[in-house]
């Protein structure tokens, strides 16, 4: 029997997606080979076993606080660890790096791909380096001077999306058409980084396409997003069930399935991802493809879109987390 940590929760944002995630991976790991262990981090960074629940409401005594996480999780002893994190503090190398220390296997991206990864700045930069197609962008950071609405528009366009540098699931974002938006979206972006992305906006269809693999990745057939609001909001995400449709598999020609395929598995292997990504395309009118970004820890409900699009591709759920467990044990050997 294989004893998997499912590591949840967390200090970002994102903590309440985390906790959908792990429930669904708790429900639907093999019994047959594994034996979860539920490991929740509450918004202040304490660690708890929390039994059969994925509850952090009912405080208990911490297991530990730092500076003891290498022998707690020496402590029990798992054969692998599953960090269901996502944004700051779990999907951005700082948890994988902790794994690393402990030499406890885990599944999805390394140190590296993981930082890079969340970073949106150091990511497209990188992108950039290696002749991957993407938008305009510019990033401001609070010590320098920002640059105006009209020199903002000059440069980029309008509308123009303002995010925070390093956080998923649309926290932090805001699209905006006018000075007054602009200037609240800056000061949203700046509650949740110190680092702000400028972003031209891009007609285009929404498409999405999962990596799987170590050495040799694979890509998932490509899906759509439609929005049913002004942009795939954190809302429209995690809220209004009614506020996106999912089209998986996208309508798309073969060739254009073949390139978005090809160029997923490009970024994967350009930032030295392991593991697992969901990689986020426009895809405009005129047939020309450009990659928004990587997705390194993607959410993992059932109804996300990442294991969706490799239900769509033959592997279900369950059959989703044994290969990324194995994918992350292989890496050891």
Known sequence: MITVGILFGGKSAEHEISLQSAKNIYEAIDRSKYKPVLIGIDKDGKWYLTGDS??????????????????????????????????????????????????IPFVGVGVLGSAVGMDKDVMKRLFRDAGIPIGKFITLKPHQPFPSFKQTEETLGNPVFIKPANMGSSVGISKVYNENEFNAALNEALQYDNKIILEEFIQGREIECAVLGNKNPRASIPGEIIPNQDFYSYNAKYIDDKGADLCIPANLD?????????????????????????????????????????????????????????EASGIGYTELIDQLIELAMGRRE
């Open 254 to 310: 073969k060739e254009t399935v073949k390139q978005i395929q090809e160029l997923s598995i490009k970024i994967f292997e350009v930032l030295c991802c392991e593991g697992l990504s969901r990689v986020d395309f426009f895809l405009k009118e005129n047939g020309e493809i450009l990659v928004n970004e990587i997705n390194t820890m993607p959410g993992f409900t059932k109804i996300s879109m990442y294991p969706k699009l490799w």
């Open 54 to 103: 994925i509850s952090l409401q009912e405080k208990k005594e911490p297991v530990y606080v730092k500076p003891g996480y290498q022998v707690f999780l020496e402590s029990l002893k798992l054969d692998v660890v599953f960090p269901i994190l996502h944004g700051p503090y779990g999907e951005d190398g700082t948890v994988q790096g902790l794994l690393k220390l402990t030499d």
